[in-house]
Each structure stands twice: as C-alpha cells, then as structure tokens.
C-alpha cells in the first residue's frame, strides 16, 4: 500500500469498548441499551398495551372551536406543543412524538424534532436562522454532497464560508446564524474535535450531523453542539424502509421548528415515526455488532495490496472509506453479497463510489480539495458474517471487468 490513514489502536479501542459490558455513551439517569428500548414507551402499560399504536388521524375531532383556536393561537405564538388532544396531523401526531421524545433522551436534548427527511430537517434549521436575519453559515468540509449543495447553492437564501476548523472563529461575521460540521464525516470519516468547534463558535449554534455515529458512539450536546441532525433514515431506522430526518435541541429551538415544519409542511408520516421508535430498541445492538464487523474488515483492508488507503475513525462504527489501486467502478461491479447502493446504516452491508454519487453534485475540485478522490469507496457494514463480507470483497477486488 502507497498510504493507510487507518488507526488500528483506535480500532481495537473501539470493539474493546464495544464488545465489553461498558457502553460508550450512557443517559443521565438510565443506560443508553435501557432507554433505546423504553423512552416514549412509559405510558403504554397504563394505557393496556405492550406495543406503541400508530396513530393515522390526519384530523380529529373538537366540539370546542373557542377552546381549539385559544389552543391554535398559542401554537402560532411560541410553538410549544398544544395541550389536550391534537388538532391536525400537519402540527403534530402522537406517534411521530414517541419517536421525538425517545430521540431527545438518547441524544442528551430537552427536544427533537423529525421531518419528512434529512434534507427537510437541514432546510427547517436554516429558514430558523434566516428569519431571523441570520442566513450566513460557517462550514467545515465534508458534509454530505446534498448538504453541501444546499448550502453552496443558497436555494434558501443562505450564504456559505467554508473553512478548516482551524478557520470557523476568524470566519463568523455578524449575520453568521449556524456553524455546520459532520464527525465522522460523510464519505472520509474524518473526525473532529467537537468541544473545540463549539468552543470555536461563541454564541453562534453549532450544528453537527451525527448520522454516522449515533448516540450510541457519541452525543454532540455533551461537547457543546446545540443542534444534532441526523438522516434518520440511516442507522435510526436500521432497515433501510423508511425515510426521516430529526433534529435533537434545547426546547427553545425546537419551538421554532415546529412552526416551520407546520407552515411548510415536511411532517414525518405516522408510520415512519413508528419504525423509527421501533428500530431505536435495536440501535446500540446494531451499531455494537455492524461495528465489529467493521474494525475487523478495515484492518484486512489495510493489509491488502491492492487498496491504496484505509479509513476508519477512532470513534469507531460500521463505516468504512477505502481507496484503491485500479478502478472503484470494477469493484462495484464485483460485488454480490454486498449491495452497491446509496445511503447506508441498513442491516445489509452496501458500498457505493461517492465521487459518482453521494457528493457528485459538489463541484470537482471542491470535492478533491476535502478529500473525496475519484478512487475512494465506502462501505457501509452490515450484521452479515465478516468472514461472508471480506470473501465478497476480495472477489471484488479482483475483478477486472468480468473477465
């Protein structure tokens, strides 16, 4: 190999850390594996039930019109969540809220807020901050190739400053309302220290996307992040079938996404918010058992010839980036266990080529500049049998083709 940027001690640290009886992160009053499976749950037993119900009401009925508007008003005035029964499934549902509520405990927030998507949650945060004049956002690349043309684009009247970490305190100006950072990066994995960002950051909020650690690797609130967006479709949900975004937050930013996600309308649809309660009962399991099979996978690829460089964060977790010494293209091509597909944290391992598809609508040399080579892969591991998973790729690794 020409290069390896693969940290074997912080490897073995995190599957030491993750096969022990110790947890990584823990909750405040209760272990992090107990709050994936009972937060938002507490009330059920009373109500006579084992399972959460979904709630599918887009309305419900309210024979006090006085009472339902004093409730409507109040919404409109600070975004609190009404009290009493819901009023429209376009400011809230209940079972969207049992997601919420469970989120927020395993993040370390008062709050969480969920969307229709990763995007819409992003987009949520930043019309925040532009109605209150505060559309300048510093940003460390890279972030996720959407995220990063969202903001590059000012489709939403936003202004972007990208700079190293090193750079964000010199970059804020006074319009600057949001720092946005992702650790481990999507598709590096490059890692950053998150109390220094914060800390780089004064008053202004910091939002780090926490998609590919989870809460079970890493809490960003607990190093100073106000905000901690995550694609929920990725590890949160775990099965690759539903799509979802959340924002975990102190109350008082929460108020004001919800009143955007009211007036434009990026609900999470009741049964996503049921697969997402669902899937959180599994995530430390997951994560802890995709995560073994990625530490172990990384170091055989740090020891093969034909991979040029390997990287896997100290942190730990089920994904790897790996770049290689002839065409990535053969190596989606050879796959078949794995399935060479966008998106990533399903139970089912799935690589793709980010310079191809993730962050193909970043412009070139920006992509090339924050470390996305055209031969860079990555890999997101899954619960399948390593020795099945390393098998598929050395095959792949081979492949010339189909000849």
């Known amino acids: 190999?020409?290069?390896?940027?693969?940290?074997?001690?912080?490897?073995?640290?995190?599957?030491?850390?993750?096969?022990?009886?110790?947890?990584?992160?823990?909750?405040?009053?209760?272990?992090?594996?107990?709050?994936?499976?009972?937060?938002?749950?507490?009330?059920?037993?009373?109500?006579?039930?084992?399972?959460?119900?979904?709630?599918?009401?887009?309305?419900?009925?309210?024979?006090?019109?006085?009472?339902?508007?004093?409730?409507?008003?109040?919404?409109?005035?600070?975004?609190?969540?009404?009290?009493?029964?819901?009023?429209?499934?376009?400011?809230?549902?209940?079972?969207?809220?049992?997601?919420?509520?469970?989120?927020?405990?395993?993040?370390?927030?008062?709050?969480?807020?969920?969307?229709?998507?990763?995007?819409?949650?992003?987009?949520?945060?930043?019309?925040?901050?532009?109605?209150?004049?505060?559309?300048?956002?510093?940003?460390?690349?890279?972030?996720?190739?959407?995220?990063?043309h969202l903001l590059t684009a000012g489709l939403l009247?936003?202004?972007?400053?990208?700079?190293?970490?090193?750079?964000?305190?010199?970059?804020l100006r006074p319009d600057t309302g949001l720092v946005m950072v992702e650790s481990p990066a999507n598709p590096t994995l490059a890692e950053l220290d998150l109390r220094a960002v914060a800390h780089s950051c004064g008053s202004v909020p910091l939002l780090a996307d926490n998609t590919f650690a989870t809460p079970v690797l890493q809490r960003p609130a607990e190093h100073g992040a106000r905000l901690v967006l995550h694609s929920a479709t990725k590890y949160l949900g775990g099965h690759g079938d539903v799509m979802a975004g959340v924002v975990a937050c102190d109350e008082e930013f929460a108020r004001k996404l919800r009143q955007v996600r009211f007036a434009t309308g990026g609900v999470l649809?009741?049964?996503?918010?049921?697969?997402?309660?669902?899937?959180?009962?599994?995530?430390?399991?997951?994560?802890?058992a995709a995560s073994s099979n990625a530490a172990e996978l990384a170091r055989r690829l740090a020891?093969?010839?034909?991979?040029?460089?390997?990287?896997?964060?100290?942190?730990?977790?089920?994904?790897?980036?790996?770049?290689?010494?002839?065409?990535?293209?053969?190596?989606?091509?050879?796959?078949?266990?794995?399935t060479p597909a966008v998106s990533l944290g399903s139970v089912d391992s799935l690589i793709q080529h980010p310079a191809?598809?993730?962050?193909?609508?970043?412009?070139?040399?920006?992509?090339?500049?924050?470390?996305?080579?055209?031969r860079l892969l990555r890999l997101s591991v899954g619960l399948e049998d390593v020795d099945d998973l390393w098998s598929d790729l050395d095959t792949a690794l081979g492949f010339h083709g189909g000849e």
């Open 1 to 148: 190999m020409d290069s390896v940027v693969y940290d074997t001690q912080g490897a073995q640290d995190a599957q030491d850390d993750l096969s022990g009886s110790g947890q990584v992160i823990t909750a405040p009053t209760r272990a992090l594996a107990t709050e994936a499976v009972h937060a938002g749950r507490e009330d059920l037993a009373a109500l006579g039930l084992h399972a959460a119900p979904i709630d599918l009401s887009t309305t419900y009925p309210s024979y006090d019109s006085r009472g339902e508007a004093a409730r409507i008003d109040a919404f409109a005035a600070d975004g609190a969540e009404p009290e009493g029964p819901p009023v429209y499934a376009r400011l809230g549902n209940p079972t969207v809220a049992r997601f919420e509520t469970a989120l927020a405990r395993l993040e370390g927030t008062q709050s969480a807020v969920a969307f229709a998507s990763g995007m819409a949650a992003l987009s949520a945060v930043l019309l925040v901050r532009n109605a209150m004049g505060l559309r300048h956002v510093v940003a460390v690349r890279p972030l996720y190739g959407c995220s990063d």
């Open 157 to 171: 009247g936003s202004e972007v400053t990208w700079v190293d970490p090193a750079g964000i305190a010199d970059a």
């Open 356 to 374: 191809s598809i993730s962050h193909r609508i970043v412009p070139t040399a920006d992509r090339q500049d924050a470390g996305v080579s055209d």
């Open 303 to 338: 020891d093969d010839p034909r991979v040029a460089r390997v990287h896997y964060p100290r942190i730990g977790g089920a994904m790897i980036a790996f770049e290689v010494h002839g065409d990535p293209h053969d190596v989606i091509a050879g796959v078949r266990l794995i």
């Open 269 to 288: 649809h009741p049964l996503a918010g049921y697969l997402l309660l669902r899937g959180l009962s599994t995530l430390p399991v997951r994560v802890r």
